[in-house]
């Protein structure tokens, strides 16, 4: 059986006080205004939780990733917004900057994303390349003491803040996952220009944006990893330095289901009808349990995925394992509890119809549930099954 030591449980008894206390209040604020939770982000690094996970000597806390995990998880019980802000700062690019970066890059950045003076961003997916990231076409071209970058991004979190980006590109004319390496842009460099945010479902308070470059000259300083024209490890190695994200992801999933059934479940104790509490009724309690079976399933799928770990980072296969089924369970969880409190339910009085719209985004970023049941199909079968047609 499973168990978090004392030491983690303590770690989340002070993230959930913090969580409770610092992001309850405007949780609702946000979604509303579409306002980007820049003060939760300051308590953050104030609290030195910007930093949980990036090695002390830059200035971080070097947690391991089950940590980090309970981190997300209670904020996302909370805030759903101040959570994707938390999940990019330590799941994003400072982590693969910690891993992959030059001794100078990583004392020229880590400290700043400690501290929050610097916003990471990651730059992958583009309009005609999500899924089918491969497919990707914005080009690097070396040139002297620099790379050109031409192209366009896609979808990119919190770019119309971010100080800098981590950019995917394509080096040479290459094709698939052959030639794929990345860089650095930092904001302000010519040719560079940030997209406006595009208004959503979900998440409302930390956007999505698009990127584009035009000749845009990128000192070769920046450099992460040159795309490898003669073989894919350029490119598994950048993936697999972003191995976390999916864990954090399903974390997230998780603390928005536990928050949405805790709701659910004082809602069905103090609601009369037919003279006595709803919970009384066999139909919602039978809910209640099936909401608690699939948060604990996840729970334990998710834990295991963060510490059973290869090379230091989460097992491909447990951490599909953990995405998918978190992607879908807290869908249905949160439908289910906003159903329990009827009419109420389905009002913006209650925070269960902006859960249902903050849960409906992780089915589709970090990977798809579709892409993730191919990824676990190739795994379990031991066989990889190209998606390409003739
Ligand atoms: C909230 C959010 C934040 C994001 N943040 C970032 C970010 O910061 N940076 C970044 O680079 N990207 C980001 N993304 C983009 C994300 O990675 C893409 O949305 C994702 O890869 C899917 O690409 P797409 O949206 O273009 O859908 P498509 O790839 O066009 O897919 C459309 C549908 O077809 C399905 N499909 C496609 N191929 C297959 C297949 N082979 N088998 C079965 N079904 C298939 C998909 O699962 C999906 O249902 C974010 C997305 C979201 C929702």
Request: aromatic share 8%; net charge negative; with cysteine.
């Amino acid at each position: 059986m499973f168990q978090l030591s004392p030491d983690f449980e303590s770690f989340r008894e002070d993230a959930r006080r913090m969580a409770e206390r610092a992001f309850r209040a405007k949780a609702a604020y946000w979604d509303e205004q579409e306002e980007y939770p820049q003060e939760n982000r300051d308590l953050l690094a104030e609290l030195g939780y910007l930093g949980l996970v990036i090695p002390e000597e830059y200035g971080g806390a070097g947690a391991p990733v089950i940590q980090g995990t309970i981190l997300l998880e209670e904020v996302a019980r909370v805030c759903f917004n101040t959570a994707l802000v938390t999940q990019l700062a330590l799941n994003g690019p400072a982590r693969a900057v910690a891993i992959l970066g030059s001794e100078e890059q990583k004392r020229r950045w880590l400290p700043g994303c400690v501290s929050g003076k610097h916003l990471f961003a990651i730059g992958i997916s583009e309009p005609g390349a999500g899924s089918a990231m491969t497919d990707m076409s914005t080009s690097a071209t070396p040139d002297g003491e620099h790379i050109v970058l031409n192209g366009q991004k896609a979808f990119c979190t919190s770019g119309h803040l971010a100080t800098h980006v981590f950019v995917f590109a394509r080096w040479g004319k290459t094709q698939g996952p052959r030639g794929i390496g990345a860089l650095m842009v930092e904001r302000g460099t010519p040719g560079f220009e940030i997209g406006h945010p595009a208004p959503k479902m979900g998440g409302r308070g930390v956007p999505e944006v698009e990127l584009y470059f035009d000749h845009c000259r990128v000192p070769a300083e920046n450099l992460i990893m040159a795309g490898d024209p003669d073989s894919t490890r350029s490119f598994k190695r950048l993936m697999s330095s972003f191995g976390p994200e999916r864990v954090g992801n399903a974390a997230m999933c998780l603390g928005v289901a536990q928050g949405a059934y805790e709701l659910a479940k004082s809602y069905s104790l103090e609601r009369q009808q037919f003279g006595r509490p709803i919970c009384e009724f066999q139909g919602i309690q039978w809910k209640i349990a099936d909401m608690a079976t699939q948060i604990h399933a996840a729970r334990l799928m998710i834990y295991r995925a963060a510490t059973n770990l290869v090379d230091g980072f989460p097992d491909p296969l447990e951490a599909a394992y953990a995405k998918l089924y978190a992607n879908e369970m807290v869908q249905r969880v949160t439908s289910e509890a906003l159903q329990i409190h009827g009419h109420y339910g389905y009002t913006r009085e209650f925070p269960l119809e902006r859960m249902v719209r903050d849960s409906r985004g992780f089915s589709l970023g970090g990977g798809t549930t579709e892409i993730l049941r191919n990824t676990i199909a190739s795994m379990v079968c031991g066989r990889s099954f190209d998606q390409r047609r003739g």
